[in-house]
């Protein structure tokens, strides 16, 4: 295995530590980690997106309880009951499946489950929202001082979703979906609405990982202040963090 050295200030090596003792790992092994997400596509996952398998086996303990809560649920069910938990005859059919030990059938017990979407993509989905969030009110700041960024920069820095035919990000646009629900993320709900309701069309996440790693740059580069406006971006950062959108071995071409 290659062995890479490289120098940073001290304060960035402190922040890496940290990082890397809050997830339990060495700091070699989390830089490494970070490495190898910026070169392998984000896309590329171990984990296949989609309904969850049907397990194989499982625990008796597990098929006790279930079945249990399903003839708890067919007792309880009116008679009339047609809705996602079906009717009682539907319930009973799934307590004798996990009772005989039918493995072979137990895919009604995960059918409409979702694999997991990790903690650390959801933190992504998160920190990407608020990107677009502090981009948001930079832009309508620099507008109502006069000085309004063009359409092109504009539509550039908007927030367009997630795929939602890639099954990665089309489980992230849940989740965003889920977050944006009352009255969270509002402002960012028109941009979704201009965009086909939040689908993008075309995979997204690595150029808002890019994105949000100048975002990052950027922020904690500079010193700012403690007033009510002291996280807004300037224009010249705005479009730093539009031109991220551009895969580096792109930059050339497209200038």
Not at 70 to 79: N, Q
Not at 140 to 146: A, D, I, R
Not at 207 to 230: A, F, V
Request: proline share 3%.
């Amino acid at each position: 295995m290659a062995v890479l050295n490289i120098r940073v200030e001290d304060r960035v090596r402190d922040q890496l530590k940290e990082m890397a003792d809050d997830q339990g790992v060495t700091l070699s092994e989390f830089v490494r980690d970070l490495l190898m997400e910026a070169v392998v596509p984000v896309y590329q996952r171990e984990v296949e997106h989609g309904e969850e398998s049907a397990p194989e086996s499982m625990p008796i303990i597990d098929r006790q309880v279930l079945s249990l809560l399903h003839r708890i649920l067919a007792r309880v069910l009116p008679e009339d009951a047609n809705d996602v938990d079906g009717d009682r005859d539907y319930q009973l059919k799934r307590a004798h499946i996990l009772e005989a030990g039918y493995s072979g059938e137990y895919w009604y017990e995960v059918a409409g489950f979702n694999t997991e979407l990790s903690k650390r993509d959801c933190g992504r989905v998160s920190d990407i929202l608020q990107m677009f969030r502090v981009i948001t009110y930079s832009v309508e700041h620099l507008k109502e001082e006069g000085s309004p960024v063009d359409d092109k920069l504009a539509i550039q820095l908007e927030f367009q979703g997630f795929d939602h035919n890639d099954a990665l990000e089309g489980h992230m646009a849940g989740y965003v979906d889920f977050l944006m629900r009352g009255d969270r993320w509002t402002e960012l709900k028109p941009q979704l609405k201009r965009n086909d309701n939040g689908n993008s069309h075309s995979r997204v996440l690595d150029t808002y990982l890019r994105m949000l790693s100048e975002y990052r740059r950027i922020m904690d580069g500079r010193e700012r202040g403690h007033g009510r406006l002291g996280y807004l971006l300037s224009r010249e950062e705005l479009k730093q963090i539009a031109d991220a959108r551009v895969h580096p071995s792109n930059r050339r071409h497209s200038q």
